[in-house]
């Protein structure tokens, strides 16, 4: 079964940082971009970053460019998005995902992970 | 930027649903897709490059459009079709934008 398990949420105080996990199975994870979205009642659904499969290749939305990075470790056939300098409006339930298809940029997400809960506030 | 319409939809089971998301500027079809997303749980893709109905998803399902107007249309509705509907344009690499999301509900 194709299956994507994140952690690492929690409640952390502004400025802090956490590191979310997601660990893939099911599929060949070296073989895909994966990606991070963040979703609140208040903004919906937002791209976060995402890392393709070439190495060094990632990207950014502008609201957390500078403050996150995202890497992966195919050994582990995880990816990780570290969060420094939090902010209160990064609170947030955050998604992994996959795109799609076989290394294809861009493609859509087709397998999502069941979510983990950020909460920024001191 | 993405805008959904209508942001309610009060349906029936056996209803047609039409959906509408519109951009502000041209997008390719071939970088815009369709999510469902129910209570408590993450977006399942149904629908990618505009028209195409992601492994899984039922024929009651289809996307359509080109430039700046797309739809996702479900022919007859299901109870477990209720759900909100988000509208996503991938082709301004390296941003992928959703829109607001479209809730249907029961009438």
């Known amino acids: 079964e194709v299956q994507l398990v994140e952690s690492g949420g929690g409640l952390v105080p502004p400025g802090g940082s956490l590191r979310l996990s997601c660990t893939a199975s099911?599929?060949?994870?070296?073989?895909?971009?994966m990606t991070w979205v963040r979703q609140t009642p208040e903004k919906g659904l937002e791209w976060v970053a995402a890392i393709r499969t070439t190495v060094g290749s990632t990207h950014f939305a502008d609201s957390v460019k500078g403050r996150f990075t995202i890497s992966r470790d195919n050994s582990k056939n995880t990816v990780y998005l570290q969060m420094n300098s939090l902010r209160a409006d990064d609170t947030a339930v955050y998604y992994c995902?996959?795109?799609?298809?076989?290394?294809?940029?861009?493609?859509?997400?087709?397998?999502w992970g069941q979510g983990t809960m950020v909460t920024v506030s001191s | 930027v993405l805008t959904q319409s209508p942001g309610t939809l009060s349906l029936s089971p056996g209803d047609r649903a039409t959906l509408s998301c519109r951009a502000s500027?041209?997008?390719?079809?071939?970088?815009f897709a369709w999510y469902q997303q129910k209570p408590g749980q993450a977006p399942r893709l149904l629908v990618y490059g505009a028209s195409n109905r992601a492994p899984g998803i039922p024929d009651r399902f289809s996307g359509s459009g080109s430039g700046t107007d797309f739809t996702l249309t479900i022919s007859r509705l299901e109870p477990e079709d209720f759900a909100v509907y988000y509208c996503q344009q991938y082709g301004s690499s390296p941003q992928f934008t959703f829109g607001p999301g479209t809730k249907v509900d029961f009438k």
């Open positions: 995902a996959k795109l799609q298809r076989l290394q294809i940029w861009p493609d859509a997400f087709d397998i």
């Open positions: 099911g599929f060949t994870f070296s073989d895909f971009a």
């Open positions: 500027q041209r997008i390719s079809s071939a970088y």
